[in-house]
């Protein structure tokens, strides 16, 4: 039977994947204590605690059910990230057009990759789809519009130059403690633009199918929506 657990004030997990007894038994209640401790923020390392024993009770589900579970409890734990430690190294994003977006490795999660962000202001990580893995997004500071879209034409292939029909399914300001979730189904297309002051962030990522052979599929979308109310939109494959 399923069962739903408050781990921390509002935040509730399903328990089915926990029997009485088990090792994943001792590393729910470890994740219960853990929390009820933290309160309304938690460091890095609370969450890494927490969120590792969860992510590998619940990522055996790869059902778009599946990954809406596994996303919506990485991301309550997530939302309650106080502070990260900066990465050793930032890098080029290299999904730019323009220098100042950086990401950098934040090490800890197991079933998982932490990406760190920064944007400059006003910069833009172009918008790109994600094939292989779902990602939980997680504001830190600054202010960035966050967009997401997923294809609608039934020939959803990357070729560059084809032209796909896709739906905006997400358009937000991503603040600090502000989340945006991507799935292989749902939101998989997402692009970031930096507000004035720029922002920065973490890309909570796991990885669920091989990486394909191709490289990032970008899209270029058109201005106007071909259907207002549906928010529907011509866009192009892009290198």
Known sequence: MTEEVEIADGI???RREFIVGSAA???FLNLVNTFAAAQDSSTYQQFLD????????????TSTAGQDEYLHSIAALAAHI??????????????????????????????????HWRLAPNTE????????????????????????????????????????????????????????LVSLDRNNIHGFIAGPE???????????????????PYLGVRDEALDDVRQIYEAEWQE
Request: glycine share 12%; proline share 6%.
């Open 50 to 61: 927490a969120a590792n024993p969860l992510a590998k009770s619940l990522i055996g589900d």
């Open 125 to 180: 990580i172009r918008l790109h789809r994600h094939d292989y893995g779902n990602v939980v997004t997680l504001g830190l500071g600054g202010e960035a519009r966050v967009r997401n879209f997923e294809v609608v034409s039934e020939d959803r292939d990357y070729v560059p130059g084809n032209i796909v029909r896709i739906r905006k399914t997400v358009d937000q300001q991503l603040t600090k403690g502000n989340i945006n």
């Open 198 to 216: 720029g922002a920065h962030g973490l890309d909570i990522t796991t990885r669920l199918k091989p990486r394909p052979e191709h490289g990032t």
């Open 25 to 27: 038994s001792v590393a």
């Open 82 to 115: 106080d502070a990260v430690p900066d990465p050793a190294a930032w890098n080029d994003s290299t999904q730019s057009f323009t220098p100042g977006t950086e990401i950098g490795f934040t090490p800890g999660g197991e079933s998982f990759t932490v990406l």
């Open 12 to 14: 509730f997990a399903k």
